[in-house]
């Protein structure tokens, strides 16, 4: 079992719909949950972290997190074909050591 | 300059070559990090540097040898390498744990 799980994609939405973006891990013990976007050719860049269960706000991005099922998800409302990226889920579970998933390619069609 | 700088931004060497990449960080964060990227694999963290000491060695074969002589700098010493340690090598630094802000990479191309 991989440590963080993503669907790979394509996810194709069309634009002004709510993309869901989805995130699975393996270790209980992970503390703080983070998602990076990268678009291609370019470097990966923090957009959201949440650490508590629950929802966590900002903007049109809205990360969901469940530690029971050891869920992370991050919704972004009103998708623009500048959203059109891989997003990466990233784990950590103690010291610096940050776990990443595959990504997920999202692709906002006009 | 600002942000998180990387040279060189492309590489090629043959297997029996020494090279080195760089890594410069100015936004005075404690922590330096080497991650590597290839095509269809999740980024894999090589090393962890806090206020210049080792923290993490995510059992990174020896011919990959990093070294932070401060803060600010990191570099990535490579030599005898294989074709399949092509990938995109990526420098990040943090203040706080997992809120990494990446370099633009350096592409490596082993012949």
């Known amino acids: 079992q991989k440590e963080v799980e993503q669907n790979s994609g394509p996810l194709s939405v069309p634009e002004g719909a709510i993309a869901s973006l989805n995130c699975t891990y393996s270790?209980?013990?992970?503390?703080?949950f983070f998602w990076y976007r990268q678009y291609s050719g370019k470097s990966p860049e923090l957009i959201m972290f949440?650490?508590?269960?629950g929802d966590k706000e900002d903007g049109r991005f809205t990360a969901q997190l469940n530690k029971a099922s050891q869920y992370v998800s991050l919704l972004i409302r009103d998708s623009q074909p500048s959203d059109s990226a891989t997003y990466l889920c990233?784990?950590?579970?103690?010291?610096?050591?940050?776990?990443f998933g595959g990504g997920t390619r999202l692709m906002v069609k006009p | 300059e600002t942000g998180v700088t990387q040279t060189p931004r492309h590489l090629v060497m043959g297997m029996t070559n020494k090279k080195s990449l760089k890594c410069e960080q100015h936004?005075?964060?404690?922590?330096m990090y080497w991650y590597k990227q290839s095509a269809k694999k999740p980024l894999e963290l090589m090393f962890v540097?806090?206020?210049?000491?080792?923290?993490e060695n995510n059992s990174v074969p020896s011919r990959f040898s990093p070294e932070c002589p401060n803060s600010s700098h990191l570099f990535l010493h490579l030599h005898t390498l294989q074709p399949e340690d092509s990938a995109l090598y990526l420098c990040?630094?943090?203040?706080?744990?997992?809120?990494?802000?990446f370099g633009e990479g350096s592409r490596l191309t082993v012949l």
């Open positions: 990040a630094s943090s203040q706080e744990v997992g809120e990494l802000f």
């Open positions: 270790d209980r013990g992970s503390q703080s």
């Open positions: 949440i650490y508590s269960n």
């Open positions: 990233a784990v950590n579970r103690a010291g610096n050591m940050l776990t």
């Open positions: 936004l005075g964060h404690n922590a």
């Open positions: 540097y806090n206020f210049k000491e080792q923290t």
